[in-house]
């Protein structure tokens, strides 16, 4: 698994997660739903997650490592 689809992965389920708790427990679980979508918004301009940064200590690879390219030129 890369780097990329592990964050998209963990991004989703904390969405639903938070989604989930919001229905059942309190409302305020959205605000953990706001703060997923406000990093992801960030790391669209800044290409940074603290999330990529644990994955990548983890020992996972993005993709471009992981085909051997690096980067897109």
């Known amino acids: 698994m ?3 689809r592990a964050l998209r992965l963990l991004a989703g389920a904390v969405v639903l ?3 989930a708790l919001a ?3 309190s409302r305020n679980w959205l ?3 706001a703060f997923v979508g406000l990093n ?3 790391s669209a301009f800044t290409n940074w997650c603290p999330a990529m940064a644990i994955f990548k200590l983890l020992g ?3 993709a471009d490592a992981q085909n051997g390219t690096k ?3």
């Open 71 to 73: 980067g897109c030129c």
């Open 31 to 33: 605000w953990l739903t």
């Open 40 to 42: 992801l918004l960030q």
């Open 60 to 62: 996972l690879r993005s």
């Open 2 to 4: 890369t780097v990329e």
């Open 17 to 19: 997660l938070s989604l």
């Open 23 to 25: 229905y059942s427990v």
